[in-house]
Structure formats: C-alpha cells, structure tokens
C-alpha cells in the first residue's frame, strides 16, 4: 500500500499534519503535501540521523495526525520512544526503509563496518547500533562544516574513493517544501555527513585502501582559526 495509502487509510486528511524528517526524504514530505496533509519538519537525532522524539514532542499541535519515521542509513529509528509519544497524543506512527534498502546484505557490510570503526582516525565513524545494517558507511568530517567536508570529499575522489554527500540540503529548504524552521543538529549533519562506500562485494584490501586513503588526510581536518 506505501506510506501515502497508509495514511489515507487511517484516516489522515487534507488539513491534518505529519510529522516527518528535515533531513533526507523529500519525496516522502512531497507525498505527504500531495495528500492534502501539511509536512512538519522535527529534528534528527545526532548519533542514528533519524527522527528525534523529544523533537517530535516539541512540535506536536491539535493538528499532527501522524508521524513518519525513516531508518536512516540502515539504521533504526527509536520506535520505542517514538511510540510512548505517538501514545501520548494519539498519533498514528509509521516507519520505513530508504529507497534502495538491501537487508540481504547486512552481514557483510557490517564487518566492513567493524573493521573501519576500529581503523579509521580523524573522521567520526558512526556509533554502533543493535541492528544498524549499514546501508551506507556514514562518517563526519570535523573542522568548519561543509567546506572541510568537500575538501575532504574532493582529495578522497581523487585517490579513487568514490564518496558522496548523503544530503545535500534539509527538507525545509527544498522548492514546493520551504519553511521558516532552523533545525540545528539538521543543518550540522546536512555539512559534515559523508558515505563512504561500503558494497557488500568490497574486498577487505579494498576496505584497508579506503582506510588509508582517509588516515593519509589528516591534514585537512584541522579547524581553521
């Protein structure tokens, strides 16, 4: 049925209002918007990227219907948490995978995973998660957000990395779906996430090039002052 039909199912009408991520998915806001429902944008939480439920919480009005979260990057949401909040206010709660999700290949990667977690030096690795299944390696580049971050991305490209930006912008500034919001923790991830590749068919040579490649540029991660 897809999240869309879900919501018309239960009942989610032009007018109501879904809570949904500020970071990533602007085709689910979209959707959300095509239905006649009006997308509020929460913030992410900052170790998994997904949906915040003391954020959720905080924008709840006599108006929210539902919420809808994304695990994000093979990671789950707190739905736990985001159900005791959807049961204090009587909210529908959903929750999907990314487009393009392979569970089927979550063993491998997650040894890929383990090895980079314990190998690599001045990027933060993801934290460690029961049932992360790594769709994409996430890392943040420190320093001065996003123009370290491309930097860093650029010199990776040119040693044959193949990385990319996960998200380019949040949700709320995208056309169709801008919003007077500031979402901090948002804006932060959207300058200084950077997916590695992390293929199930990868080599553990491989997985040690790519180590190295990001160790050997230590020097662009230094904050300018």
């Known amino acids: 049925m897809g999240t869309v039909g879900t ?24 959707a959300v918007a095509e239905l006649g429902a009006i997308p509020v944008f929460a913030e992410v939480d900052a170790a998994s990227y997904c ?37 204090r206010y009587g909210l529908l709660v959903l929750a999907e995978d990314e487009p393009g999700a392979r569970p089927e290949e979550a063993g491998e990667r997650r040894e ?14 993801p934290e460690p998660a029961a049932g992360h299944r790594y769709e994409r390696y996430v890392v943040r580049v420190p320093g001065n957000g996003r123009p370290d ?37 948002t804006e932060r991830a959207v300058d200084e996430t950077l997916a590695l590749p992390l293929e199930a068919g990868m080599t553990r040579r491989e997985v040690q090039r790519m ?15």
């Open 7 to 30: 919501l018309r199912s239960a009942g989610v009408r032009a007018g109501d209002e879904v809570v949904v991520p500020a970071f990533g998915n602007a085709e689910l806001a979209r």
């Open 51 to 87: 949906l915040d439920p003391e954020a959720v919480a905080a924008v709840v009005t006599g108006r929210t219907a539902a919420v809808v979260a994304v695990h994000r990057f093979g990671r789950p949401a707190d739905l736990v948490r985001l159900g005791e909040v959807a049961l």
């Open 112 to 125: 890929h995973a383990r090895y980079l977690d314990g190998r690599l030096s001045g990027v933060r690795t």
């Open 149 to 185: 971050r491309d930097a860093f991305a650029r010199a990776l490209r040119g040693k044959g990395i193949g990385c990319a930006v996960p998200v380019r912008a949040p949700v709320y500034r995208m056309p169709g779906l801008r919003r007077e919001v500031f979402l901090p923790e």
């Open 211 to 225: 180590a190295g490649a990001c160790n050997a540029l230590g020097g662009l991660l230094q904050p300018a002052f």
